[in-house]
Nanobody
Framework: QVQLVESGGGLVQPGGSLRLSCAGS????????IGWFRQAPGKEREGVPC???????????HYADSVKGRFTISRDNARNTVYLQMNSLKPEDTALYYC??????????????????WGQGTQVTVSS
């Protein structure tokens, strides 16, 4: 059974940092494209960064313009986990953050429609 579990969310002041984790079970995350998405109340879901399967381009990454230079997605094969390091957080980063896995494609997309498995989400709140 494939399962993704996010953790690491919380309340942080503007300018602060958080690291989110997406722990996988039932398969090896390195072999698949993984995306991080977020959704704030009343807003559409947004793809934040994604990372390609290591079978393609050694796991190239792609970022939404809104987070470039502030967020970093990375893998830890030993822990079967994908991380999202978030720095210089802003109030507009407040949202429920999800990780998702694409079973088919080895490239990744910031559009959520092609992903097959989703975690339950972890809340990030940026406020003073």
């Amino acid at each position: 059974q494939v399962q993704l579990v996010e953790s690491g969310g919380g309340l942080v002041q503007p300018g602060g940092s958080l690291r989110l984790s997406c722990a996988g079970s039932g398969l090896t995350l390195d072999d698949y494209a993984i995306g991080w998405f977020r959704q704030a109340p009343g807003k559409e879901r947004e793809g934040v960064p994604c990372i390609e399967s290591i079978r393609n381009s050694d796991g190239a990454t792609h970022y939404a313009d809104s987070v470039k230079g502030r967020f970093t997605i990375s893998r830890d094969n030993a822990r079967n986990t994908v991380y999202l390091q978030m720095n210089s957080l802003k109030p507009e980063d407040t949202a429920l953050y999800y990780c998702a896995l694409d079973l088919v494609a080895i490239t990744c997309s910031l559009g959520g429609g092609r992903y097959d498995y989703w975690g339950q989400g972890t809340q990030v709140t940026v406020s003073s």
